[in-house]
Antibody, heavy 121, light 110 residues
Framework: QVQLVESGGGLVKPGGSLRLSCAAS????????MSWIRQAPGKGLEWVSY????????YYADSVKGRFTISRDNAKNSLYLQMNSLRAEDTAVYYC??????????????WGQGTLVTVSS | QSVLTQPPSVSGAPGQRVTISCTGS?????????VHWYQQLPGTAPKLLIF???NRPSGVPDQFSGSKSGTSASLAITGLQTEDEADYYC??????????FGGGTKLTVL
């Protein structure tokens, strides 16, 4: 069965860095787009970034552009999110999600359990 | 202020039918991009409920249905049960912003 397991969250000071990981299993990882989606405490979902199956196409939300870097290692079935220059407003649960490309857009058919990132002094 | 607009809350009695709206614009839903819906039970990760406007993944009961027209979409839930209490999110693609979500709707079963 499809499994996505995030790790790497924690408490970090403003301006600091953190690297999130997502270990995938139960499917051919290299066949799928992957995304990071976050949810601030008590708030809604916010798409953060996605990466194509080969890693050649990458997009970011404006709120994280220039600070976050998404990457993947298909040999290790892993997705990453390097987060630099963290701000208090980056505090959220970060979900890794599998993307399905459809004729008119894409959606997320499997989600991990999430990892909490807290940015505070 | 999410790109897709949903009502903050809806409610209904057990057995009733409720609908949740999702309003976008000409750069997302109105541009012909599909709408998808997710259910988030308290304390859990979101789960895909409807994809491609009106398709249910395997295992999702037919009490859930979706529709889309113009710049809006709707999720209908029939035969409400207490276990349907959750947050519901719509999602689409935006030609400028890429992935976009609605702000979420909290469903309360009275």
């Amino acid at each position: 069965q499809v499994q996505l397991v995030e790790s790497g969250g924690g408490l970090v000071k403003p301006g600091g860095s953190l690297r999130l990981s997502c270990a995938a299993s139960g499917f051919t990882f290299s066949d799928y787009y992957m995304s990071w989606i976050r949810q601030a405490p008590g708030k809604g979902l916010e798409w953060v970034s996605y990466i194509s199956s080969s890693g050649t196409t990458i997009y970011y939300a404006d709120s994280v552009k220039g600070r976050f870097t998404i990457s993947r290692d298909n040999a290790k079935n892993s997705l990453y999110l390097q987060m630099n220059s963290l701000r208090a407003e980056d505090t959220a649960v970060y979900y890794c999600a599998r993307g399905v490309i459809a004729a008119r857009g894409y959606y997320f058919d499997y989600w991990g359990q999430g990892t909490l990132v807290t940015v505070s002094s | 202020q999410s790109v897709l607009t949903q009502p903050p809350s809806v409610s209904g009695a057990p057995g009733q039918r409720v609908t949740i709206s999702c309003t976008g614009s000409s750069s997302n839903i109105g541009a012909g991009y599909d709408v998808h819906w997710y259910q988030q039970l308290p304390g859990t990760a979101p789960k895909l409920l409807i994809f491609g406007n009106n398709n249910r993944p395997s295992g999702v009961p037919d009490q859930f249905s979706g529709s889309k027209s113009g710049t809006s979409a709707s999720l209908a839930i029939t035969g409400l049960q207490t276990e349907d209490e959750a947050d519901y999110y719509c999602q689409s693609y935006d030609s400028s912003l890429r992935g976009v979500f609605g702000g979420g709707t909290k469903l309360t079963v009275l």
